[in-house]
């Protein structure tokens, strides 16, 4: 078999500014249509939402990006636990890989996707790094805004147990 292809599809530096944003206060926040809009106290709308692309035939990944929006302000004001400045951000890493099947079908392949570190088998002929989810901290809560199980489209976990077994899982405590 021929050596494994790498690629990898993460947020660009654009995206990285303006998640980055999310560092200050908001005055409101929403997840509609698949995106995660946050209001800025200060001004301004930080939107993030889903890049879909095809790496090669048969090998499509989505990745989490994010754009600032200047003169967006139409969200509802909302108290939340990131109102005030000092909010962290974590932007995370998803790894996804491409196996043939030759037992379903001479040309047929599957696409598996795990967390960073896992081990990825020997069988797969491509990989590619992408960026699925960012988590949010403040004294007072958290967040995690990830790719979800519909394509194309974000979620906002907000339970403090499943977002604390999300950053677990991803070394992250």
């Known amino acids: 078999m021929g050596s494994l292809r790498t690629y990898s599809f993460i947020a660009d530096t654009d995206s990285l500014e303006a ?4 560092r200050r206060g908001w005055a409101g926040w929403e997840i509609a249509e698949g995106e995660f809009r946050v209001r800025l106290r200060e001004g301004g709308t930080v ?4 890049d879909s692309g095809v ?11 994010a754009d600032f929006l200047p003169d967006q302000a139409t969200l509802p004001a909302r108290d939340s636990a990131f109102t005030s400045h000092g909010n962290d951000i974590a932007v995370f890493r998803g790894v996804t890989w491409l196996e043939p099947r030759p037992d379903l079908g001479p040309s047929h392949t599957i696409q598996y996707s795990a967390i960073p570190g896992i081990e990825i088998p020997d069988t797969a002929v491509a990989t590619c790094d992408f960026t699925d989810a960012i988590a949010v901290t403040s004294e ?4 995690v805004v990830r790719l979800a199980l519909r394509p194309g489209w974000l979620e906002v976990v907000d ?3 499943q977002i604390g ?7 992250f405590e």
């Open 19 to 22: 998640l980055r944003r999310l």
């Open 165 to 171: 077994r999300f950053l677990a899982l991803r070394g």
């Open 140 to 143: 007072e809560g958290a967040l």
């Open 55 to 65: 790496i090669e035939p048969g090998f499509e990944v989505s990745c989490l990006v």
């Open 159 to 161: 339970d403090a147990e």
């Open 47 to 50: 939107r993030a939402h889903v």
